[in-house]
């Protein structure tokens, strides 16, 4: 068998940056025509090294940037292509724990949930007494 | 303990938001290699919950398992986990000690009958009637059986308490078995592991809580962490494909990275999450770090031959003793034991420690 001593893993790629393209572009499609939406976990698939990177160059960055506090921090960027959004949850030592492309109208995690609001009214309720 | 509240109370009670929930369930659901779709099932039915009470007996181990659990030094994802389960009895973490501890280990069977979840890490001896462990005047084996005839469920945590571990390797003083060897009347769930992995170990309690028992492969280990070998998620595996391997830890195909069959990795034979789960909070594993696997997570691995041989080795150099057995087929067994036997009373007499020279030579 040949091969080179230079074989390094750098030289090692899944190609899985192209069909994951393919499925972006499917499932915003389908949001579009049906209004149903679709999540991709990125920790889920195998990626060399670079691919990653490589993908979420190629999305790029659109309008909307938010950053969570949320146990550590987290990132929902909307990307170039509206309605194709990057979730990025991060560990409190900063190194990245999951990471998904939604397609959808807004990511669950940015939505306001009813639970936390109930206890936000509670405390309202103590401010207005406190202050009344 | 406070294990009538449900999961979602005890989080809202510790300031944790319901954001910071669906986070947890994201990430948990990526780790039980669940749809990230199953999400918020996990969220809307862990929150609804009653906080499960978790009893967690420690017996012949080296408290690893606990530490990788543990690792953390501020709030994390991993911390969490302790807020969904009222950990009401461990031995390293609790503040109290002594009888009013075991007080409260009978307090939880007496009111937490049938429902609690026991968790075991450590081995168990059985030989000269258990004295070998023994907590407050009780053998580990008493103390195992006491517990988990009230318990829901088992979780044998490391391999140690899953399958004997280091205490069990050959000659085994203590006589040291694993939980299942004991406990033949309840669902046990192994997560093995020398430690195992912590987000590993939060995730099949997670995946408990939420679903139930998990689908467990032959050695009872969930298929969700344990369904695929390392080497089928290493990410060397372009290498052995292409037939590229690190002849020794310093030449140049360890330098590039190369696979490490030949050095002695176990990874076609051993399954576990480290390729992908990896250590450190996510930094290496092993292999990355350029050591091969040793197999932590299967049974007898300290027994199963020399971390530095390639899995298609023999485990003893039987060359020139088959030649002259061949020729009466009959004695080869004998004699095989003859060597095995005479090898083992020359290292016992000798206590020759084995060098790196020694391994190489060895492969």
Same mark, same amino acid.
């Given at each position: ?10 030289? @090692?790629?899944?190609?899985?940056? $192209? %069909? ?7 499932? +915003?499609?389908?949001? =579009?025509?049906? #209004?149903?939406?679709? @999540?991709?976990?990125?920790?889920? $698939? %195998? ?7 490589? +993908?979420?160059?190629? =999305?790029?960055? #659109? ?22 959004? =990057? ?46 | ?363």
């Amino acid at each position: 068998m040949n091969h080179c001593a230079s074989d390094t893993l750098s030289d @090692i790629t899944t190609g899985n940056v $192209l %069909p994951l393209l393919h499925e972006i572009r499917h499932a +915003l499609q389908r949001w =579009l025509d049906e #209004g149903v939406p679709h @999540i991709i976990d990125l920790r889920a $698939l %195998p990626m060399a090294t670079d691919e990653e990177d490589q +993908l979420i160059d190629m =999305l790029g960055a #659109g309008e909307v940037h938010c950053n969570l506090s949320i146990t550590g921090k987290s990132t929902a960027l909307e990307t170039c292509f509206p309605g194709v959004w =990057l979730v990025t949850h991060y560990h409190s030592d900063e190194r990245i724990i999951g990471r998904y492309i939604e397609i959808c109208e807004i990511p669950a995690i940015l939505k306001s949930q009813q639970a936390d609001a109930r206890g936000g009214l509670d405390r309202l309720d103590e401010l207005i007494t406190g202050n009344t | 303990m406070q294990a009538d509240i449900t999961i979602g109370e005890a989080l809202r009670e510790q300031g944790i938001s319901r954001r910071s929930f669906l986070k947890f369930c994201a990430t948990s659901a990526t780790l039980m290699a669940l749809p990230p779709t199953m999400a918020p099932v996990i969220a809307a039915t862990l929150e609804k919950k009653r906080r499960p009470s978790v009893v967690w007996l420690s017996f012949q181990e080296c408290t690893g398992c606990a530490e990788s659990i543990t690792r953390s030094d501020s709030s994390t994802l991993e911390d969490l986990i302790f807020n969904v389960i009222s950990l009401d009895y461990q031995h390293t973490l609790q503040a109290c000690a002594g009888h009013f501890a075991e007080h409260i280990r009978e307090q939880v069977i007496e009111q937490q009958d049938g429902k609690f979840i026991l968790i075991v890490d450590g081995s168990i001896p059985v030989k000269d009637g258990g004295v070998y462990s023994t907590i407050a005047g009780m053998t580990n084996e008493q103390i195992l059986k006491e517990t988990a005839q009230h318990a829901a469920a088992i979780v044998a945590v490391g391999t140690c308490a899953a399958y004997g571990g280091i205490p069990k390797a050959d000659p085994n003083p203590t006589g040291a078995v694993a939980v299942a060897d004991l406990i033949h009347d309840k669902p046990i769930v192994n997560v093995p592991g020398c430690p195992p992995i912590p987000n590993v170990i939060t995730g099949v309690l997670v995946q408990y809580l939420t679903f139930g028992l998990p689908e467990l492969d032959p050695l009872g280990r969930p298929k969700a962490f344990y369904g695929q070998s390392i080497h089928d998620r290493c990410y060397r595996r372009p290498f052995y494909n292409k037939g590229l391997f690190a002849d020794s830890f310093d030449d140049e195909g360890a330098k590039q990275g190369w696979c490490l069959y030949k050095l002695g990795c176990k990874g076609p034979t051993t399954y576990n999450a480290c390729a992908t789960e990896k250590w450190n909070f996510g930094t290496s594993f092993p292999i990355q770090s350029g050591h091969p696997c040793l197999g932590c997570s299967e049974p007898d691995f300290w027994d199963a031959g020399s971390f530095y041989s390639a899995l298609s080795t023999p485990t003893d150099n039987i060359g020139e003793t088959i030649i002259y057995a061949a020729g009466a087929g009959v004695l080869a067994g004998a004699v095989l034991g003859g060597v095995h036997h005479a090898r083992k009373k020359s290292a016992q007499r000798h206590h020759q420690p084995v060098g790196i020279d020694d391994l190489e030579k060895e492969s």
